[in-house]
Every structure is written in C-alpha cells, then in structure tokens.
C-alpha cells in the first residue's frame, strides 16, 4: 500500500507547485475546481477498487487510484496553466528533469528491492532479518539513486550538502 502512495508523490508534489501559478494570478477558483476534479476521479477510482478487486488488494488498489487520481489532476493543471500563460508553463526542462528523476528512481529501487530479497534469502525471516533487509535495501536503493542522478547530470542533486 505504502508503494502504491509513494508513486502517488510526485505527481501530487508537481500539481501542489502548479496550482502556485494560479495563486499568482489571484485565482483561487481554478485549484478549487482542480481539487474537485482530483476527488471525483479518486473517489470513481477508489470505488472500482472496492468492487472489482479481491478485498486483499482493494485498498492497495485504492492507494493506486490515489496516485492514478493525481497523475491526471497533474496533467490538467499543466494543461489549464499552460493556456493561461499562453504556452509558457514549459520548455521541456522540467519535463525532461522528472522523466530523468523517474528513471533513476526505477532503477534504484529495483537495485533496493534485489538487495533486501537476497538479504532475506540469506537470512531468512523474523526481525533481525527483516531489520538487516530494510537497512540493505535503504542503502542499495539510496546508493543507486545518487550514483545514477549524477550519471544523469540532474542538476538538483547540486543542491544536497556534499554532493556536488
């Protein structure tokens, strides 16, 4: 469930940043509409979750539907700012940049996920082995990430102490 939300984080953290666009230009109407496009789609989605999926995944289907919900309130806020600023929302930079984010994520966490299932094929299950799993995985997962950012020459990664 909690990976279902994770992937729901960067479309809802990219539409909270659009909707600063309407604040600017003093309208408040639009992200309200915005918000009420986002909940009818989580709440159509949610409610497919519940009937369609076997009850031991339907609220993992629901934290889905809540990622799904705000990758397209994403996109029609891009959409309407982009109209509203008369087509210079963009130029494919930030496009670009999440597209290289995503990528990098991908594959740090499969390296994450590689080292914590081998982690507990070695050490088998209870909690010093699931202690050691989540700490292989953490490391992998954040190792590959920066390894690959940099590769990628994503340029925020400047900004973190002691990574430039």
């Known amino acids: 469930m909690l990976q279902a939300f994770g992937l729901g984080l960067i479309p809802f953290s990219a539409?909270?940043?659009l909707l600063r666009g309407f604040y600017a230009f003093e309208d408040t109407r639009t992200p309200f509409f915005m918000a009420v496009w986002i909940s009818a789609v989580n709440i159509a989605l949610?409610?497919?979750c519940h009937v369609l999926l076997p009850a031991r995944w339907?609220?993992?289907g629901m934290a889905g539907a809540y990622a799904l919900s705000y990758f397209a309130g994403l996109a029609l806020t891009a959409r309407?700012?982009?109209r509203r600023t008369g087509g210079r929302l963009d130029d494919g930079a930030v496009r670009r940049t999440y597209l290289r984010l995503l990528f990098a994520a991908a594959l740090a966490a499969a390296a994450g996920w590689t080292a914590?299932?081998?982690c507990t094929t070695v050490l088998g299950s209870g909690t010093w082995a699931t202690?050691?799993?989540l700490?292989?995985?953490t490391l992998a997962l954040a190792l590959a990430f920066v390894a690959l950012a940099r590769l990628l020459r994503i340029?925020?990664?400047r900004s973190l102490p002691g990574l430039r």
């Open 15 to 17: 539409q909270y940043l």
């Open 46 to 48: 949610a409610t497919a």
């Open 58 to 60: 339907s609220v993992t």
């Open 80 to 82: 309407l700012l982009r």
């Open 116 to 118: 914590a299932h081998a």
């Open 131 to 133: 202690v050691g799993a």
């Open 135 to 137: 700490a292989a995985g």
């Open 155 to 157: 340029e925020e990664l």
